[in-house]
């Protein structure tokens, strides 16, 4: 489904991702682990183009994102046209929720199909009710996000994101931002999500999480991807001491 081959990505003379590839097969769940600052947000950035890559390229299902490899090697940039199309096949969450605060969430739901795909407004309205129903929130398509709590408010940003019909799904630390006792309605979405066979890279400290739901976790440190494995080899067994440093911490 994607494949990222070589990334590279600068801050000036920081150099945030080192040659990071990665394949996601179609229904699989890869969880990204690893300390702050690791590049791990970064690299989910990337993978839609919210962040333009330095060096390397990025394909989904075999179509480029961004930049496209010519038959010599060279990386031309693609065109925004063919980058806005593709996205609209990512759908992605992030740490803060960046609801619309003047709209209820039924129509934050709404806004993308009515505004990318001009569905009609019907149509929109049945299939954004469906998913508020579908995250746990059918009783709460009238209420503005002040209104909300910090996990319905998550709740609603992945009923939009789902609103576009993604083929695949990239969540940036969904929990980072929520109290202790919200965090698991939110995961629990996620879950049901992967059971349906959703394509989802996910980035998340909830090592409980990973354990249950990825079926590979990759370990990135300092830019670089040093690990990838199996949840139960990863957690019980890791190869390379800076994940076993790092996992000693925190388990």
Known sequence: ???????????????????????????????????????????????????????????????????????????????????YRLRSRIGMVFQRFNLFPHQTALQNVMEGPLTVTKIPVAEAKARSLALLAKVGLADKADAYPVQLSGGQQQR?????????????????????????ELVGEVLEVIKDLAREGMTMVVVTHEMGFAREVADRVIFMNDGCILEEARPQEIFTNPAHPRTKEFLSKIL
């Open 156 to 180: 609603v940003a992945i009923a939009r994101a789902l609103a576009m019909q993604p083929q695949v799904m990239l969540f940036d630390e969904p929990t980072s931002a929520l109290d202790p």
């Open 1 to 83: 489904m994607i494949v990222a081959e070589h990334i590279n990505k600068y801050y000036g003379k920081l150099h945030v991702l080192k040659d990071v590839s990665l394949t996601v097969a179609r229904g699989e769940v890869v969880v990204i682990i690893g300390p702050s600052g690791s590049g791990k947000s970064t690299f989910l950035r990337c993978l839609n183009y919210l962040e333009t890559i330095d060096d390397g390229y990025i394909t989904m299902e075999g179509q480029p994102i961004g930049k496209k490899k010519l038959s010599d090697g060279r990386l031309v940039d693609d065109s925004r046209k063919n980058i």
